[in-house]
């Protein structure tokens, strides 16, 4: 840690009411990243009970409330939420890195956000809100790596920090770190923070190759997102018979995870066979995606889908789905074809089998750690032929892409050990 010893035993000893826990980095426009604070909502209040209040610090926070009114989410403090034109939101951005910049090095500037005119912005209430919390969370995700300029991220832990916060990074996919500029900001992250969890080995290996000298506790466990529950089928909604519908999930995107691009031809085309093959094997298709439905987000699943799949058999789902109406769609769903990792882990708890197209390393490295690996493909390697020859093994032998419920129960409570530590820490 940065701050001295004397200011952390006097501004982070144990609370003596509830646990004020700040969940910040969280994308809630993007329902794999809500799906990600709902999971650490649920793994900190089976450790805490009633002793913890959960607050989310997101980068749109203005249209994220209106999606989940039931959480309480203010605005970022080093994310400008998006604008147009872009360039105001790019100058705005800046004035939100000098302010923060400002209250870690001087606490006194925390005065001016006292004024008259400066009280009742949204930046000044999130402040104070950060200010009141015990804990400062880093959602799970994959931002801590070289192609993101991860500044912002580095400016709020630092300020978490300097207030005498525990700083805790969840879930994380993280590295290589070899850019100077990436070795520089994990190193800053690294000094500010008490405990780090990695969904992979590779990633702990680039945090301890870049991060030296750190007292931080690290440890690799599964994604958050494992710490939900599938709704339970009922016997009235229980399926009789095989359920035979699929749901199909791309994205856009132009690189590989070797390659600094890829053939989007082949993906798309891989996709299209993928849709045509359970069509044509009686299957009702439909595309449907984590990023979708959200104007303002700056992923539209469903308009790639749309081009993708046009003049095909595959339904385009356009709407906005929570992480709880993904599982009620998964809850009638047979078999998910995705992109997006987080549908594949929502399918997974949901025990529906599920083929992955890899876009980062991180579903390479969930799929090899849960034994799938023969149903997950790089997204420059993916063919048509690849993946008729998949979705055929899984109409044969569906099991074969299904966890066991003793397996998604271990994998639950290591998903809830993160929470099960802070509460140590915090104890100690």
């Given at each position: 840690?940065t ?34 604070f ?17 607050v ?19 605005q ?12 105001l ?8 890195h ?11 500037a ?11 912005s ?42 005498g ?9 993280m ?17 500010v ?123 385009v ?25 987080h ?32 149903f ?42 993160p929470?099960g ?8």
């Amino acid at each position: 840690m940065t701050m001295s010893d004397d200011t952390r035993s006097t501004e982070s000893r144990p609370p003596a009411g509830p646990v004020l826990i700040g969940v910040t980095n969280a994308v809630l426009s993007n329902t794999g990243d809500a799906a990600i604070f709902e999971a650490i909502t649920v793994s900190l209040r089976r450790a805490f009970g009633d002793a913890c209040q959960i607050v989310a610090f997101d980068s749109n926070a203005s249209v994220t409330s209106r999606l989940y009114p039931e959480w309480e989410i203010h605005q970022q403090l080093s994310v400008s939420p998006p604008r147009e034109p872009a360039r105001l939101r790019t100058v705005l951005q800046r004035v939100r890195h000098r302010l923060v910049r400002l209250l870690t090095d001087d606490r006194r500037a925390s005065r001016l956000l006292e004024a008259p005119l400066v009280r009742r912005s949204r930046f000044a209430r999130a402040y104070r809100r950060f200010e009141e919390l015990d804990v400062v969370v880093s959602s799970g995700g994959t931002y801590l790596v070289d192609h993101y300029n991860f500044e912002a991220r580095v400016l709020e832990l630092r300020l978490a920090d300097v207030l005498g916060k525990r700083v805790i990074l969840w879930t994380q996919s993280m590295g290589p770190f070899e850019s100077s500029r990436a070795v520089s900001q994990i190193e800053r992250i690294g000094a500010v923070t008490d405990a780090v969890f990695f969904r992979d080995d590779r990633s702990a290996r680039a945090w301890s190759r870049r991060v030296r000298g750190s007292d931080a506790e690290a440890r690799e466990v599964p994604d958050a997102v494992f710490a939900l529950t599938a709704p339970v089928p009922t016997a009235s909604t229980a399926a009789v018979e095989p359920v035979r519908r699929a749901l199909l999930s791309v994205r856009e995107w132009s690189r590989g995870v070797d390659a600094s691009s890829f053939d989007t031809a082949a993906y798309a085309a891989s996709m299209r066979s993928a849709g045509a093959l359970l069509a044509s094997s009686g299957w009702d298709v439909r595309a449907l995606s984590t990023c979708q439905g959200v104007p303002s987000y700056a992923y539209d699943d469903s308009a790639e889908a749309a081009r993708i799949f046009a003049g095909g058999d595959v339904d385009v789902d356009h709407e906005f789905h929570s992480p709880g109406g993904l599982l009620s769609e998964l809850s009638s769903t047979g078999l998910v074809v995705t992109t997006r990792m987080h549908l594949a882990i929502l399918s997974l708890i949901s025990r529906v089998p599920v083929i992955a197209i890899a876009y980062e390393f991180k579903t390479l490295e969930l799929f090899a750690n849960l034994g799938l690996s023969d149903f997950v493909v790089k997204i420059e390697d993916v063919t048509p032929e690849w993946m008729t020859e998949r979705i055929q093994m899984l109409l044969d032998e569906p099991e074969r892409a299904r966890l066991s419920h003793e397996r998604l129960a271990q994998l639950r409570a290591e998903a809830d050990s993160p929470a099960g530590h802070l509460r140590r820490l915090l104890e100690q």
